[in-house]
């Protein structure tokens, strides 16, 4: 079975300052892992993802993320946070697909606020 | 990518009542999911919906309450029946698109049962 843990309800940052969110997860086999974004009355938006390759991968408004095999870990960075940055983020991991479709489990989600 | 309408995108209902919720899709999609977010908790899985076939729903959630339509490749509706201020929540419809790997949503329907 697989599992994604977000041990922040909340993360608190300065803006300017950087943001890390974490992530660990529990899958079988290689993961497919991905970040998402929600905005307040919004759906989910998706940030960015590993599939395979290089463990750090860049997505969407600056954002980044670093595949960590032996800790389990797809922590979300951002070098200098935006106060527009204040959203709910979802750190979401699915197996790869084999000629079917793998439903993601996604985290209990984590509160970002940028304070100005 | 998939571009995904959801609506409406809230609703204030009586308890006893039932809501249809829609999402269109701007492309044929093999998988439509149905998901319910409750305040402060992360997204929970209803059902999958393929075309043509009956819905397959999870653990906790059962057709009676949850009807879904699946009658095309680019639409789908949930149903909440018979309504309770328990089932006060965000649904949120969601896709995968066969050349990604990610999930799409569409912007969720927010519902009050008073």
């Known amino acids: 079975a697989q599992s994604v843990a977000q041990p922040e309800d909340q993360v608190n940052v300065a803006e300017g300052n950087p943001l890390t969110v974490k992530c660990t997860y529990s899958v079988s086999g290689n993961p497919y892992l991905f970040w998402y974004v929600q905005y307040p009355n919004r759906g989910l938006q998706f940030l960015l993802k590993?599939?395979?390759?290089?463990?750090l991968v860049k997505g969407s408004y600056g954002f980044e993320a670093e595949f960590n095999k032996s800790q389990t870990s797809f922590h979300l960075k951002k070098p200098s946070a935006l106060v527009s940055d204040s959203a709910l983020y979802f750190c979401?991991?699915?197996?790869?697909?084999?000629?079917?479709?793998?439903?993601?489990?996604f985290g209990r989600g984590t509160s970002l606020i940028v304070h100005p | 990518s998939a571009v995904i309408s959801q609506k409406p995108s809230r609703d204030i209902c009586q308890r006893g009542t039932s809501l249809t919720i829609q999402c269109q899709v701007d492309?044929?999609?093999?998988?439509m999911f149905w998901y319910r977010q409750q305040p402060g908790q992360s997204l929970t899985l209803i059902a999958t919906?393929?075309?043509?076939?009956?819905?397959?729903?999870e653990s906790g959630f059962v057709i009676d309450k949850f009807p879904i339509s699946r009658p095309n490749l680019t639409f789908s509706t949930l149903t909440v029946s018979n309504m309770s201020p328990e089932d006060s929540s965000i649904y949120l419809c969601s896709v995968e698109d066969g050349g990604y790997t990610e999930a799409f949503f569409g912007q969720g329907t927010r519902l009050t049962v008073v």
């Open positions: 919906a393929n075309q043509g076939s009956e819905a397959t729903y």
């Open positions: 492309s044929q999609v093999t998988m």
């Open positions: 979401a991991v699915r197996e790869p697909s084999s000629g079917g479709s793998y439903i993601p489990t």
């Open positions: 590993y599939i395979t390759g290089d463990n």
